[in-house]
């Protein structure tokens, strides 16, 4: 749902009152209340923004190693998800080109732990496995998805090869 909403309240004789606002559940996206509050200079304008269904990630993440044989890591928390909406985000799903991280010399794997449902303020963690037995370098979106909503991780990793270091030693003869 979309569009304006208005409400009027009464205030008590200092100017404070309460106002509370249950959103409908298929209502996304930002919302902004405003209040004019009268008093002896005029009138005080007070604002404040509300996420009705939000969710932010990191959007870029770099990762480089060094590579020197066959390379095996788990790399844990890379990145957040994070639902920074009043209403709960579910479905929560990632997506990416598994085809393209799964080769005979280079596999990528990636999860987030979480039961795919986050309450408001909740984060979760994306997790990432890699093993090659080659130097890579490669970059990947993620579209991390709930709600009707879609945000995109972009991703760079890099494998490193080390040149070999050659050691001269001197020799008596």
Known sequence: ????????VLTD?????????????????QASAAALHPSMNGFKDSQVSIYFAGLRVDKYITIEEDF??????????????????????????IAYDEKALTTQDLNISLTVNSSFSLEPGES?????????????????SIAVSANRLTERIHLRFKLKQLKPLLVATPTTV
């Not at 004789?13 to 996206?29: A, Q, R, S």
């Not at 979760?124 to 990947?140: D, E, G, K, Q, T």
């Open 13 to 29: 004789i200092n100017g404070h009152f309460d106002f509370g606002f249950l959103p409908p559940v298929n209502l996304i996206g």
């Open 68 to 93: 020197d044989g066959n390379f095996s890591k788990v790399y844990t928390n890379i990145g957040n998800i994070q639902n920074n909406g009043a209403l709960p985000l579910s479905n929560l799903t």
């Open 1 to 8: 749902e979309s569009g304006n909403f208005r409400y009027s």
């Open 124 to 140: 979760v963690s994306l997790s990432m496995s890699v093993s090659s037995v080659r130097a890579a370098s490669i970059y990947f």
